[in-house]
């Protein structure tokens, strides 16, 4: 059974960080690139970050660029995924999502390429 788990979510105060995790079980998720995605009140589902499949590259939204960072451990049975973010403003409130995917690592992913998906974290960063 395919499992995404995240934790870590929480309130913090705006220039605050935290540490997203997601922890990715019951398949071979070592070969699957990794994604992060959040969804704001009454708005869509947007592109976070991912990382490659072996970690060695990453891809972040311009919205969160230089303040977040992705990072994955390829574990025998479970994969780990890392989403660090630091500098946090009011508008990075939303539910973060975890994600897993195959396919071709052009540009940047978008929602239609992650078929696991987690059940969420909350984020909230207050002003």
């Known amino acids: 059974q395919v499992q995404l788990v995240e934790s870590g979510g929480g309130l913090v105060q705006a220039g605050g960080s935290l540490r997203l995790s997601c922890a990715a079980s019951?398949?071979?998720?070592?070969?699957?690139?990794m994604g992060w995605f959040r969804q704001a009140p009454g708005k869509e589902r947007e592109f976070v970050a991912a990382?490659?499949?072996?970690?060695?590259?990453?891809?972040?939204s311009d919205s969160v660029k230089g303040r977040f960072t992705i990072s994955r451990d390829n574990a025998k049975d479970t994969v780990y995924v890392y989403l660090q973010m630091n500098s946090l403003k009011p508008e990075d409130t939303a539910d973060y999502y975890c994600?897993?995917?195959?396919?071709?690592?052009?540009?940047?992913?978008?929602?239609?390429?992650?078929?696991?998906w987690g059940q969420g974290t909350q984020v909230t960063v207050s002003s």
């Open positions: 990382v490659s499949w072996d970690g060695g590259t990453s891809l972040f």
């Open positions: 019951g398949r071979t998720f070592s070969s699957v690139h």
């Open positions: 994600a897993a995917g195959t396919f071709p690592w052009v540009g940047v992913p978008r929602l239609a390429d992650f078929g696991s």
